[in-house]
């Protein structure tokens, strides 16, 4: 029996029961027991809750709330829908305003990498529908830059505007472009 296979019956034999990081590690006999719980999870439509999902949890803390197995969605996005999705979103991040092709603002030797994200997570019951995809960036995309600097730099700013309808930066071009030119 594998290491998926250990896990899947724990949480069947508690399901209901909060379980601990270390109890699903030691049943597991892994360190990747993170990624099995999200197999579970993604690939089996278990309804695994964590903190995440549950206010009441820590972290750390897993439940198996029912063993009714949610439908299965694939994570995979057809490379059509995938190119709607970024230009729809103008190839812009939608959290932080980055661009394709700007200087990644956590790794300074990187370009920014864009992803299509999933507004309510798979796992949380959100579906691969186009209203429920986005574009964001790698570091938005991981989290790290759910903050945006306070600071209003012309950097932040452009960010800013960068998310705005097109009509709009139209607006503030022409308004810029009269300035300069006058
Ligand atoms: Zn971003």
């Known amino acids: 029996m594998g290491a998926r296979d ?7 034999t508690n399901v209901g029961k909060i ?14 027991y993170a990624r099995r719980i999200r197999e579970l999870r993604d690939e ?11 206010a009441d949890l820590k972290p750390g803390q897993y439940i198996l709330e029912t063993l009714e197995q949610r439908p299965v969605i694939s994570r995979t996005i057809s490379p059509q829908l995938r190119n709607e999705i970024l230009e729809r979103n103008g190839f812009t991040c939608q959290l932080c305003g980055a661009g394709a092709g700007d200087p ?25 529908d ?17 903050v945006q600097p306070p600071s209003d730099t012309a950097l932040n700013i452009i960010a800013k505007i960068r998310k705005l309808p097109k009509s709009e930066q139209l607006e503030i071009y022409n308004i810029l472009k009269r300035k300069f030119e006058a």
Not at 130 to 146: D, E, I, M
């Open 6 to 12: 250990r896990i899947r019956e724990f949480f069947i």
């Open 19 to 32: 379980l601990t990081t270390q109890q699903i590690r030691k049943v597991g006999g892994i360190s990747e």
């Open 44 to 54: 089996e439509g278990f309804q695994i809750k964590t903190h995440v999902d549950r």
């Open 104 to 128: 990644d603002p956590f790794n300074s030797n990187r370009k920014v990498r864009l992803h299509i994200d999933h507004i309510k997570p798979l796992s949380q019951g959100g579906t691969n």
């Open 130 to 146: 186009r209203h429920n995809l986005r574009v964001l960036c790698s570091a938005c995309n991981q989290g790290k830059a759910n």
